[in-house]
């Protein structure tokens, strides 16, 4: 049996970040496009398009995000508001963005010999029918995998495995994992149905109350926010060029910009004392001294640094960044990868039959880390 290939992936709800032990990595959109009608099919050249190309050719598409908003949904058809039809396409687009994500960063893609081992993190409190969904999307892609959580991953990769609290900040959800030399239970995490696509959203309604002939899409919308947002006093403004009646103008966004950010920090402050309250108490001043801040709203402007000040009535707090907000996740789940126990996979039959030697051991996705 050839040695496997290991993949560890962060499936956001944004973007996907992915890595092997081949050595490569990268990040794409989590989002699927399909051309409207034969004439966007001629001038695209493919029936389905990934990557940089979503954004480029965005008008001529239908476009999926399987896990906007967060919420890994789709695998409970009474509860999600889509048809069975849409259900069907959303899982489609996650086994699409996948297997697309894992041929990047694979160079034996195509052989039957070599297997694939995957971890995948998700939100903390994802359910069985969410992980189970996202496993019947990868059943085509791995020969084994394990459902973990997100900000579980980011403390694996940096080596943080004790006396830790990560602040997970995605586009769809916040997810705050304490982590104390165990796989941390269910209900000792917390996810928070926010993050930077409800700061969009915020910025975008405050920035066309405030200047209303502003033309301005989501996507211009979101890279203002990348590139300029902010949480605390920087003492500078944010001035960027948008369209006024069609004509480009100079439009300064600072006020809605930081009023949409600054959304995040009270839901946070409130979740990680609640949190940090229920764990003994030598314990709680650990925590709030060794907190890890990921994922890419992890990179507003000051936002460790307003968490601390919110901290400071509560015993203070330190607040660290990732440095690789981007990648932080996908390398600690490889590394987990790397490093798991035979015990902690589980079979995915529809590429083991095709891989000779053993499976490897199907477990509870409980025991994956």
């Not at 928070?192 to 405030?210: H, M, S, T, W, Y």
């Not at 950010?261 to 309250?277: D, G, Q, T």
């Not at 601390?308 to 015993?315: F, P």
Request: charged share 20%.
């Amino acid at each position: 049996m050839a040695n496997p290939v290991f993949v560890g992936m962060d499936l956001g709800t944004f973007k996907t970040s992915v890595a092997s032990s081949a050595g490569y990595r990268d990040v794409i959109p989590t989002a699927v496009g399909w051309p409207k009608d034969h004439i966007a099919r001629t001038v695209l050249g493919r029936d389905v398009v990934f990557g940089k190309d979503l954004a480029e050719h965005r008008l001529a598409l239908d476009l999926v995000r399987p896990f906007e908003k967060g919420v890994l949904k789709y695998g409970d058809a009474a509860n999600c508001g889509l048809t069975a039809q849409q259900i069907e396409k959303h899982a489609t687009a996650t086994r699409l963005v996948i297997e697309y994500a894992v041929g990047m960063v694979n160079p034996a893609r195509g052989d039957a010999g070599t297997p694939v081992y995957g971890v995948i993190g998700v939100p903390s409190q994802a359910g069985m029918k969410n992980k189970q969904f996202v496993m019947d999307a990868a059943a085509g892609v791995f020969d084994a995998v394990a459902i973990v959580s997100e900000p579980f991953t980011i403390a694996y990769g940096m080596n943080r495995l004790t006396d830790t609290l990560v602040i997970d900040i995605g586009a769809g959800t916040i997810d705050i994992c304490p982590i104390y030399g165990v796989y941390p239970a269910d209900d000792e995490q917390v996810t928070l149905p926010i993050g930077g696509d409800a700061v969009d959203e915020e910025f975008e309604k405050l920035l066309k109350a405030r200047h209303p002939r502003v033309q301005a899409s989501r996507n211009m919308v979101r890279e203002i926010k990348e590139k300029y947002g902010f949480v605390s006093d920087v003492g500078e403004k944010a001035v960027v060029s948008l369209p006024v009646d069609g004509k480009p103008t100079p439009i300064d966004v600072t006020e809605p910009l930081k009023a949409a950010c600054s959304a995040l920090v009270k839901p946070v402050v409130e979740a990680v004392c609640n949190l940090i309250a229920k764990f003994d108490p030598e314990f709680q001043q650990r925590l709030r001294q060794n907190i890890i801040l990921g994922g890419g709203g992890s990179q507003l402007k000051g936002l460790d640094r307003v968490i601390e000040v919110a901290l400071a009535e509560y015993g203070g707090g330190r607040v660290t960044r990732v440095t690789d907000a981007t990648h932080a996740g996908s390398v600690g789940a490889l590394k987990l990868a790397m490093n798991m126990p035979a015990a902690g996979w589980t079979a995915l039959s529809a590429k083991t039959k095709a891989a000779p030697g053993p499976a490897p051991k199907a477990v509870p996705m409980a025991a994956a880390a």
